[in-house]
Protein backbone atom coordinates (compact mmCIF):
# COMPACT_ATOMS: atom_id res chain seq x y z
CA UNK A 1 0.00 0.00 0.00
CA UNK A 2 1.14 3.21 -1.01
CA UNK A 3 2.38 5.61 2.28
CA UNK A 4 0.08 8.70 2.31
CA UNK A 5 1.84 10.06 5.22
CA UNK A 6 4.33 12.50 2.86
CA UNK A 7 5.45 15.33 3.87
CA UNK A 8 2.26 17.25 2.00
CA UNK A 9 -0.12 14.87 3.63
CA UNK A 10 0.97 16.45 6.99
CA UNK A 11 1.55 19.99 5.92
CA UNK A 12 -2.03 19.53 4.28
CA UNK A 13 -3.30 18.52 8.44
CA UNK A 14 -1.31 20.90 9.77
CA UNK A 15 -2.77 24.03 7.80
CA UNK A 16 -6.00 22.67 7.52
CA UNK A 17 -6.87 21.91 4.12
CA UNK A 18 -8.75 18.43 2.48
CA UNK A 19 -6.19 17.03 0.26
CA UNK A 20 -2.43 17.41 -0.08
CA UNK A 21 -3.66 18.29 -3.69
CA UNK A 22 -3.74 22.03 -2.54
CA UNK A 23 -0.09 22.29 -2.60
CA UNK A 24 -0.15 21.72 -6.38
CA UNK A 25 -2.41 24.75 -7.13
CA UNK A 26 -0.37 27.13 -4.52
CA UNK A 27 2.58 25.60 -6.49
CA UNK A 28 1.06 25.89 -9.99
CA UNK A 29 -0.22 29.26 -8.53
CA UNK A 30 3.20 31.09 -7.93
CA UNK A 31 4.68 29.62 -10.73
CA UNK A 32 2.01 31.08 -13.38
CA UNK A 33 -0.09 33.83 -11.34
CA UNK A 34 -3.09 31.81 -12.58
CA UNK A 35 -5.92 33.16 -10.40
CA UNK A 36 -5.94 36.82 -8.85
CA UNK A 37 -8.20 38.66 -6.10
CA UNK A 38 -11.96 38.81 -7.34
CA UNK A 39 -11.60 36.14 -9.93
CA UNK A 40 -14.29 34.29 -10.69
CA UNK A 41 -12.74 30.51 -10.70
CA UNK A 42 -14.73 27.51 -12.13
CA UNK A 43 -12.93 24.27 -10.18
CA UNK A 44 -13.95 21.18 -11.58
CA UNK A 45 -13.52 17.83 -9.52
CA UNK A 46 -13.50 19.64 -6.97
CA UNK A 47 -14.12 17.47 -4.18
CA UNK A 48 -12.68 17.26 -1.11
CA UNK A 49 -12.38 21.00 -1.72
CA UNK A 50 -8.10 21.68 -1.35
CA UNK A 51 -8.45 23.81 -4.56
CA UNK A 52 -11.40 25.75 -3.44
CA UNK A 53 -9.90 25.98 -0.65
CA UNK A 54 -6.55 27.84 -2.03
CA UNK A 55 -8.79 29.74 -4.43
CA UNK A 56 -10.89 31.47 -1.86
CA UNK A 57 -7.91 32.35 0.05
CA UNK A 58 -6.55 33.86 -3.15
CA UNK A 59 -9.75 36.19 -2.78
CA UNK A 60 -11.64 34.57 -5.69
CA UNK A 61 -15.08 33.66 -5.72
CA UNK A 62 -15.48 29.49 -6.23
CA UNK A 63 -18.19 27.52 -8.51
CA UNK A 64 -16.80 24.12 -7.03
CA UNK A 65 -18.68 21.10 -9.45
CA UNK A 66 -17.96 17.09 -8.31
CA UNK A 67 -19.84 14.11 -9.09
CA UNK A 68 -19.43 12.96 -5.60
CA UNK A 69 -20.55 15.24 -2.36
CA UNK A 70 -18.52 17.88 -0.70
CA UNK A 71 -18.44 19.21 2.73
CA UNK A 72 -19.34 23.27 2.55
CA UNK A 73 -16.72 26.17 2.47
CA UNK A 74 -17.58 29.55 2.62
CA UNK A 75 -17.45 31.54 -0.54
CA UNK A 76 -17.89 27.91 -2.72
CA UNK A 77 -21.38 27.43 -4.62
CA UNK A 78 -21.00 23.40 -4.88
CA UNK A 79 -22.66 21.94 -7.62
CA UNK A 80 -22.97 18.08 -7.38
CA UNK A 81 -22.82 16.98 -11.15
CA UNK A 82 -20.76 15.04 -13.73
CA UNK A 83 -18.79 17.25 -15.87
CA UNK A 84 -19.27 14.93 -18.80
CA UNK A 85 -22.72 15.83 -18.90
CA UNK A 86 -24.71 18.80 -20.95
CA UNK A 87 -26.74 19.35 -17.93
CA UNK A 88 -24.08 20.39 -15.73
CA UNK A 89 -22.78 22.91 -18.20
CA UNK A 90 -26.20 24.46 -17.93
CA UNK A 91 -26.32 24.44 -14.38
CA UNK A 92 -23.09 26.06 -14.36
CA UNK A 93 -23.93 28.77 -16.40
CA UNK A 94 -26.85 29.45 -14.54
CA UNK A 95 -24.88 30.29 -11.62
CA UNK A 96 -22.34 32.54 -13.49
CA UNK A 97 -22.18 32.98 -17.26
CA UNK A 98 -18.00 33.85 -17.24
CA UNK A 99 -15.37 32.80 -15.26
CA UNK A 100 -11.70 34.11 -15.65
CA UNK A 101 -10.30 30.82 -14.76
CA UNK A 102 -11.53 26.87 -15.34
CA UNK A 103 -9.60 24.31 -13.00
CA UNK A 104 -10.05 20.93 -13.14
CA UNK A 105 -8.22 18.06 -11.21
CA UNK A 106 -10.83 15.36 -11.88
CA UNK A 107 -9.58 11.79 -12.40
CA UNK A 108 -11.41 8.92 -13.32
CA UNK A 109 -11.69 5.71 -10.73
CA UNK A 110 -8.26 4.24 -10.93
CA UNK A 111 -8.22 1.07 -12.33
CA UNK A 112 -4.19 0.39 -12.18
CA UNK A 113 -4.42 -0.31 -15.77
CA UNK A 114 -2.02 2.22 -16.98
CA UNK A 115 -3.19 2.95 -20.36
CA UNK A 116 -6.83 2.76 -19.28
CA UNK A 117 -6.31 5.26 -16.99
CA UNK A 118 -4.65 7.63 -19.16
CA UNK A 119 -7.58 7.26 -21.78
CA UNK A 120 -10.19 8.03 -19.00
CA UNK A 121 -8.03 10.77 -17.64
CA UNK A 122 -7.81 12.20 -21.46
CA UNK A 123 -11.73 11.95 -22.32
CA UNK A 124 -12.25 14.23 -18.61
CA UNK A 125 -9.50 16.58 -19.64
CA UNK A 126 -11.72 16.71 -23.10
CA UNK A 127 -15.02 17.52 -21.01
CA UNK A 128 -13.01 19.93 -19.53
CA UNK A 129 -12.28 21.78 -22.05
CA UNK A 130 -15.42 21.67 -23.51
CA UNK A 131 -16.99 23.58 -20.54
CA UNK A 132 -13.81 25.99 -20.27
CA UNK A 133 -14.70 26.67 -23.93
CA UNK A 134 -18.14 27.87 -22.78
CA UNK A 135 -17.71 29.63 -20.04
CA UNK A 136 -14.25 30.73 -19.87
CA UNK A 137 -13.50 34.82 -20.84
CA UNK A 138 -11.24 35.91 -23.12
CA UNK A 139 -7.74 35.96 -21.91
CA UNK A 140 -9.01 33.71 -18.82
CA UNK A 141 -6.55 30.73 -17.67
CA UNK A 142 -7.42 27.01 -18.09
CA UNK A 143 -5.59 24.61 -15.88
CA UNK A 144 -5.86 20.42 -16.33
CA UNK A 145 -4.44 17.37 -15.01
CA UNK A 146 -4.19 13.88 -17.59
CA UNK A 147 -2.10 11.34 -16.73
CA UNK A 148 0.67 10.92 -19.29
CA UNK A 149 0.62 8.54 -22.07
CA UNK A 150 -0.10 8.12 -26.09
CA UNK A 151 -3.00 10.54 -26.54
CA UNK A 152 -0.89 13.44 -24.88
CA UNK A 153 0.52 15.11 -27.61
CA UNK A 154 -2.89 15.00 -29.24
CA UNK A 155 -4.25 16.79 -26.84
CA UNK A 156 -1.95 19.07 -26.50
CA UNK A 157 -2.36 20.17 -30.53
CA UNK A 158 -5.97 20.23 -30.17
CA UNK A 159 -5.64 22.70 -26.57
CA UNK A 160 -2.39 24.90 -27.91
CA UNK A 161 -4.23 26.71 -30.56
CA UNK A 162 -6.50 28.17 -28.24
CA UNK A 163 -3.59 29.84 -25.71
CA UNK A 164 -1.53 32.59 -25.57
CA UNK A 165 0.56 31.10 -23.08
CA UNK A 166 0.74 27.07 -23.01
CA UNK A 167 2.91 24.31 -21.09
CA UNK A 168 2.64 21.11 -19.24
CA UNK A 169 3.90 21.21 -15.93
CA UNK A 170 4.20 18.30 -13.19
CA UNK A 171 3.84 20.71 -10.02
CA UNK A 172 6.69 19.55 -7.26
CA UNK A 173 3.68 18.26 -4.78
CA UNK A 174 2.60 15.97 -7.41
CA UNK A 175 4.40 12.25 -6.21
CA UNK A 176 7.37 11.06 -8.28
CA UNK A 177 5.59 7.88 -9.09
CA UNK A 178 2.33 9.56 -10.20
CA UNK A 179 1.73 9.89 -13.86
CA UNK A 180 -0.21 13.00 -13.75
CA UNK A 181 0.80 16.17 -15.44
CA UNK A 182 -0.92 19.48 -15.83
CA UNK A 183 -1.82 21.13 -19.00
CA UNK A 184 -1.83 24.89 -18.62
CA UNK A 185 -3.06 27.30 -20.72
CA UNK A 186 -3.16 31.12 -19.93
CA UNK A 187 -4.53 34.35 -22.31
CA UNK A 188 -7.72 32.26 -24.08
CA UNK A 189 -8.74 33.22 -27.18
CA UNK A 190 -12.32 32.73 -26.69
CA UNK A 191 -13.09 34.06 -30.33
CA UNK A 192 -11.12 31.64 -31.76
CA UNK A 193 -12.70 28.90 -29.75
CA UNK A 194 -16.12 30.19 -30.16
CA UNK A 195 -15.71 30.23 -34.22
CA UNK A 196 -14.50 26.55 -33.93
CA UNK A 197 -17.73 25.45 -32.12
CA UNK A 198 -19.55 27.10 -34.67
CA UNK A 199 -17.58 25.27 -37.92
CA UNK A 200 -18.13 22.03 -35.85
CA UNK A 201 -21.93 22.36 -35.56
CA UNK A 202 -22.35 22.88 -39.29
C1 LIG B 1 -8.07 14.12 -7.20
S1 LIG B 1 -9.74 14.46 -6.76
C2 LIG B 1 -9.75 16.23 -6.73
C3 LIG B 1 -9.05 16.79 -5.54
C4 LIG B 1 -9.30 18.29 -5.37
N1 LIG B 1 -8.64 19.08 -6.41
C5 LIG B 1 -8.82 18.77 -4.04
O1 LIG B 1 -7.90 19.58 -4.00
O2 LIG B 1 -9.40 18.39 -3.02
C6 LIG B 1 -10.60 14.11 -8.25
C7 LIG B 1 -12.09 14.36 -8.22
O3 LIG B 1 -12.62 14.23 -9.53
C8 LIG B 1 -13.98 13.86 -9.39
N2 LIG B 1 -14.53 13.39 -10.66
C9 LIG B 1 -14.16 12.33 -11.40
N3 LIG B 1 -14.92 12.21 -12.50
C10 LIG B 1 -15.80 13.25 -12.48
C11 LIG B 1 -16.85 13.68 -13.34
N4 LIG B 1 -17.15 13.00 -14.46
N5 LIG B 1 -17.55 14.77 -13.01
C12 LIG B 1 -17.26 15.46 -11.87
N6 LIG B 1 -16.28 15.10 -11.01
C13 LIG B 1 -15.56 14.01 -11.31
C14 LIG B 1 -13.91 12.77 -8.33
O4 LIG B 1 -15.18 12.56 -7.74
C15 LIG B 1 -12.87 13.35 -7.36
O5 LIG B 1 -13.50 14.01 -6.29
Redesign the pocket.
Known amino acids: MRDRRDYYYWQAKKLG ?3 R ?2 F ?2 IQMNRTFKLIKEGDWVL ?12 AVELGAKVVA ?4 P ?1 EPIEGVHFIR ?4 REE ?1 LEEIKSVRRYYDVV ?1 S ?5 ISGKWTIDHLLSID ?1 AR ?1 AFKIAREVLKDGGNFVV ?1 VFQGEEIQNLFNEFKRFFRFKKFHSPKASRKQSAEIYFVGKGFKRFKAQRNIQQSRV
Open positions: YRSASKLDLGASPGGWSQVVDINMGDITTLDASPKLSK
